[in-house]
C-alpha cells in the first residue's frame, strides 16, 4: 500500500514542477518571455514535419535534451508526467497501419506506411509534450502568466489558465485521499470495485467544489479582485536575444536541411 501510495504522489504532484521552476540554472535565468517564445517556435517546427518524416525529427530530441541538462532537472517525474498522454496518442495513431496499406521496401526490409506515420504520431508526442514540461518546470506558473501578459494575451484568459493549472492539483490531492482511505478499508481488495466508482465519482466532485469554494474564500481575504500580480517584469537581456536566435536557427536548419541525411553523406562520400 506504501509504495502505490508514494505513486500517487509522485505522478500526481503536479506542485513538483514549480519546485523545479525555483531552481538558479543556466535555463532558469533565461527571461521567461524568451523561453515562451523559443518553445512556441519549437513546437511549430515539429507539428510541421510531415506524417512519414521520422529521420529528419531526430535532431529536434537535442533540445530537451540539452534544457534536462542545463536545467539540472532531473529526469524520471518528467518521463512520468509524458507517460500519462501515451494512452492517448497510441489510441490516436494505432490504427494508421489498418488503414494505410501501402508498404515500400528499405535496404531488403519491407515497412508498412502505416507504422512510420504511428512511430512519427508518437515521436512528435514526445518532442512536444516534452518541451512544454521542460517550460513549466524551467519557468513556473507565474511568470510564464507574466510572460503572456507581456504577449498582450488577455487578462481573463490568462487568469482562467492560472486557475486551472491550480485546480488540478487540488484535484488530484483529493483523488489522492479518496484512493487512500478506499484502501485502508479494503486492504486485500486490488483495485476499486465497480460498484463503488459512481460513489467515489461523486464524492470527489463534491470534495473538490468545497476545497475551490475555500480556496476561493482564502484569496478574496487576501485582496483578490480579479487581477492576478505576477510582480515586476523582468527585462531581455543580450543574453536572452542570444538564447533566442540560437535556438531558432537550429529550429530552422532542422526543419530545412535534413540533417542525419546530410551526415550520413559527408561520412559516406555518397551524395
Known amino acids: 500500500m506504501k509504495t502505490s501510495e508514494a505513486g500517487l504522489n509522485t ?36 507539428v510541421s514535419f510531415g506524417s512519414y518524416e521520422i529521420i529528419g525529427l531526430l535532431p529536434l530530441l537535442f533540445y530537451p535534451v540539452l534544457v534536462i541538462t542545463l536545467a539540472e532537472l532531473p529526469i524520471r517525474p518528467i518521463l512520468k508526467r509524458m507517460l500519462l498522454a501515451a494512452p492517448f496518442v497510441i489510441g490516436i495513431g494505432i490504427l494508421n497501419p489498418v488503414f494505410d496499406h501501402q508498404v515500400f521496401v528499405v535496404g531488403g526490409l519491407t515497412l508498412s506506411r502505416g507504422w512510420i506515420t504511428f512511430f512519427s504520431i508518437v515521436l512528435k508526442c514526445i518532442l512536444t509534450v516534452s518541451a512544454a514540461l521542460l517550460l513549466i518546470a524551467s519557468t513556473g506558473m507565474d511568470k510564464l502568466a507574466s510572460a503572456l501578459r507581456m504577449l498582450k494575451i488577455p487578462r ?50 463534491l470534495r473538490t467544489f468545497e476545497r475551490a469554494q475555500r480556496v476561493y474564500q482564502a484569496m478574496c481575504l487576501r485582496g483578490f479582485t480579479g487581477e492576478y500580480n505576477t510582480g515586476a517584469h523582468e527585462r531581455i537581456t543580450v543574453r536572452d536575444t542570444v538564447y533566442l536566435v540560437v535556438w531558432g536557427l537550429f529550429f530552422a536548419l532542422a526543419r530545412i536541411y535534413n540533417i542525419p541525411m546530410l551526415i550520413g553523406s559527408l561520412l559516406t562520400g555518397v551524395v
Do not use: C, N
Open 156 to 205: 481573463l484568459f490568462v487568469l482562467q489558465l492560472l486557475l486551472t493549472y491550480r485546480y488540478i492539483s487540488v484535484l488530484m490531492e483529493e483523488v489522492t485521499r479518496i484512493l487512500r482511505a478506499y484502501s485502508m478499508r479494503a486492504p486485500q481488495q486490488k483495485g476499486i470495485h465497480p460498484k463503488v466508482w459512481g460513489s467515489l465519482t461523486g464524492q470527489l466532485i
Open 11 to 46: 505522478t500526481f504532484d503536479m506542485r513538483l514542477l514549480d519546485d523545479m521552476a525555483r531552481k538558479e540554472t543556466v535555463i532558469h535565468r533565461v527571461h521567461p518571455l524568451v523561453k515562451l517564445v523559443t518553445t512556441v517556435i519549437y513546437l511549430t517546427v515539429v
